[in-house]
């Protein structure tokens, strides 16, 4: 493996432009169309209570994590993607880690997230952390395609 390293994206970074570009290209090869955020990503980044942590291998961006805490009560994260490349390298999981830890430091209670069922790398993944199935939410990614909301107490260490 070569040199990773979990960065924190800063709005007033000078590399913004291009680290957003790379992750841009990155979810619009992973996620269909109508669930992407590549035409809104740098408008969504720009929120105050959001934040996105990408890990950096190599000088090259291989996945990201984006997540935002409306309030001390509860955040969710609303984007985990690593490149095909890159993937089952523990990368994810990295990322997902920094993320709640990320939340955990501002207090939040409970963290959130919706999945695909059939994404079993995904679920796994999730349950791994501690993750936990809520419900499952009809529709939630188109018509005949549903979700588990899943959840993560910080009290559940």
């Known amino acids: 493996m070569g040199c990773e390293v979990i960065v924190e994206l800063q709005r007033n970074a000078t590399d913004w432009?291009?680290?957003?570009?790379?992750?841009?290209k990155i979810e619009r090869k992973i996620f269909p169309k109508h669930e992407s955020l590549a035409r809104s990503f740098d408008e969504e980044l720009r929120k105050k209570n959001s934040g996105l942590?990408?890990?950096?291998?190599?000088?090259e961006v291989a996945g990201y994590?984006?997540?935002?805490?409306?309030?001390?009560?509860?955040?969710?994260i609303t984007k985990l993607a690593v490149k095909e490349n890159h993937r089952r390298q523990g990368h994810g999981e990295a990322l997902l880690t920094a993320a709640i830890e990320k939340c955990k430091k501002r207090?939040?209670?409970?963290?959130?997230?919706?999945?695909?069922?059939?994404?079993?790398?995904?679920m796994t993944l999730y349950k791994k952390l501690g993750f936990q199935v809520d419900s499952l939410v009809?529709?939630?990614?188109?018509?005949?395609?549903?979700?588990?909301?899943?959840?993560?107490?910080?009290?559940s260490d």
Not at 53 to 59: H, R, S, V
Not at 107 to 122: E, G, K
């Open 17 to 24: 432009a291009n680290v957003v570009g790379e992750i841009v």
């Open 53 to 59: 942590l990408y890990i950096e291998l190599n000088g």
């Open 65 to 76: 994590v984006m997540y935002s805490w409306p309030s001390s009560l509860c955040a969710s």
């Open 107 to 122: 207090r939040v209670q409970r963290i959130s997230l919706h999945v695909d069922p059939s994404r079993t790398a995904a």
């Open 138 to 155: 009809e529709g939630y990614y188109s018509v005949d395609r549903n979700a588990y909301r899943m959840y993560l107490d910080s009290e």
